[in-house]
């Protein structure tokens, strides 16, 4: 439709690439569009309201939506879009299901965790990466404020009960509080059990699971003193739910979360902290390279055969899941906003795994 024209005005959001998509309808009359860049975009837009109708339709309730959006019931779907009351609207921030949210990231400077970093931020988070090395949680974080998002970095070995207090303490002190644990932080050892060191077992272990015990602790003891309640998700895998050969300590340690999630999800209903575990499957990080060689020596096989026999044998369509799918997932569940989504995995591996 045109400009000002009387007419639905189709809501538009920035892509991943910077290109728009059309996601909604919203009743307006418009009588300019301005675009904006960065997180304010890129191709966020301005909207100008000329009118506004006097007679509120009826929204999904069958309630008016002008007293509906006032006191919002869960059937109220569409109320917010009904509702806006603001000469100069920006609608990415309307859309945003993070906003003003915090959110800390274990292992964030690069791979799966980097990447729900930035999709956070750009859903209105504040983010925290939290990483082994400084330097490199520094410049992931330079990034998203190059790009208009809000983020920091502190270094962080899980492993360390002192860092990762300290880590959570500056996080709560720069923004005021925490809503979001992602723990993530992992390493992987690729060998046979009876070759297995008693060293690389512990190793693991304890990056995966005290880690994600110590981030927890320090996380719920922010989240139930701010009152308000939060989302701890914690990044299992297919292998929290299936075994493979070579990978004795990390599917120990991926099955193990399933059970801490659970427990965190029970002791942390009263406050309003929920717990989830996200289980991808092969996703084509660091990590994963360099896997690929490691098991092509172990099991005498070329690295293409690694990769179309072992990693992607069991998917519907012969493709790695990606770390956008993973960070979109992560939005989901950090935005739920009731407890009926607690203490649950959700596998995202084209269907190696289904349950």
Known sequence: AALGAPAYLLKIMPHVDGSLRICELVRYRMTEINLK????????????PRTRWRR???CRCSRWCRPCTSSPTPRCRWARWLSITSAETNLLELTMQLKDKIAL???AASGIGNEIAVEFAREGAKVCIADLSLEAGQAAAAKINQAGGRAMAVAMNVTDEAQVDSGVAKTVQAWGGLDVLISNAGIQIISSLVELKFADWKRLLAVHVDGAFLTTRAAM???????RGGSIIYMGSVHSHEASPLKAPYVTAKHGLLGLAKVVAKEGAAAGIRSNVICPGFVRTPLVEKQIPEQAKELHISE???????MLKETVDGEFTTTQDVARLAVFLAAFPTNALTGQSVVVSHGWFMQ
Not at 37 to 48: I, T
Not at 221 to 227: D, L, Y
């Open 105 to 107: 990231i274990t292992g």
């Open 37 to 48: 860049g960065a997180w304010s975009g890129p191709g966020a837009l301005d909207l100008h």
């Open 56 to 58: 509120w339709p009826r």
């Open 221 to 227: 003891r922010a989240m139930i003193a701010a009152k």
């Open 304 to 310: 293409a055969e690694v990769v179309r026999n072992v």
